[in-house]
T-cell receptor
Framework: DQQVKQNSPSLSVQEGRISILNCDYT??????FLWYKKYPAEGPTFLIS?????DKNEDGRFTVFLNKSAKHLSLHIVPSQPGDSAVYFC?????????FGQGTRLTINP | GAGVSQTPSNKVTEKGKYVELRCDPI?????LYWYRQSLGQGPEFLIY????????DSGLPNDRFFAVRPEGSVSTLKIQRTERGDSAVYLC??????????????FGPGTRLTVL
């Protein structure tokens, strides 16, 4: 069973607008959530994280929101830039191992 | 400083052969992880080392897969009697320590394994 789901395989956003990537999870034991960004032929790169005791974490253009009651998290990127085009994975953790979603391919159009 | 490195970057083998994939973690990182990413999927956990010992190998799919980390640094993932379904990108990650879920994992570029 897929414990972490990203239901949108792809998303296209115009440069300068907001990108919103969504992620749902089923395991209530997860206590830490992360977003990774991946370019082709490279490993995932850590972007931003949030602990389950918080509902928002912000880092520059990136903000992650966590809704524990809905078991939902989202990543907001504003303003979106062409260099943001990549595959984004959300991941969750209850122990040391990360459980990843399937990824969302974000394309920023000029 | 140097990140996580993995060799080879690409490996093509024939069904039934044995392969070894190598991971060099970031210096000083005591925790090391192996993940496997199949086409169109996110990475899936295989095994986690804390120092030299495998602390969690619950993700290894079967007994054809084995991993070692004899000196607590470099790790080797070994796959016996490879099958076409083993074709995937094998990712290695390391973190400063593995004591909780809050330690950021740094990933290598992966080894793309193709089993013909």
């Amino acid at each position: 069973d897929q414990q972490v789901k990203q239901n949108s395989p792809s998303l296209s956003v115009q440069e300068g607008r907001i990108s919103i990537l969504n992620c749902d999870y089923t395991n209530s034991m997860f206590d830490y959530f992360l977003w990774y960004k991946k370019y082709p032929a490279e490993g995932p790169t850590f972007l931003i994280s949030i602990s389950s005791i918080k509902d928002k974490n912000e880092d520059g253009r990136f903000t992650v929101f966590l809704n524990k009651s809905a078991k939902h998290l989202s990543l907001h990127i504003v303003p979106s830039q062409p260099g943001d085009s990549a595959v984004y994975f959300c991941a969750a953790s209850a122990t040391q191992k990360l459980v990843f979603g399937q990824g969302t391919r974000l394309t920023i159009n000029p | 400083g140097a990140g996580v490195s993995q060799t080879p970057s690409n490996k093509v083998t024939e069904k039934g052969k044995y392969v070894e994939l190598r991971c060099d973690p970031i210096s000083g990182h005591t925790a090391l992880y192996w993940y496997r990413q199949s086409l169109g999927q996110g990475p899936e956990f295989l095994i986690y080392f804390q120092g030299t010992g495998a602390a969690d190998d619950s993700g290894l799919p079967n007994d054809r897969f084995f991993a070692v980390r004899p000196e607590g640094s470099v790790s080797t993932l070994k796959i016996q009697r490879t099958e076409r379904g083993d074709s995937a990108v094998y990712l290695c990650a390391s973190s400063l320590s593995g004591g909780s879920s809050y330690n950021e994992q740094f990933f290598g570029p992966g080894t793309r394994l193709t089993v013909l």
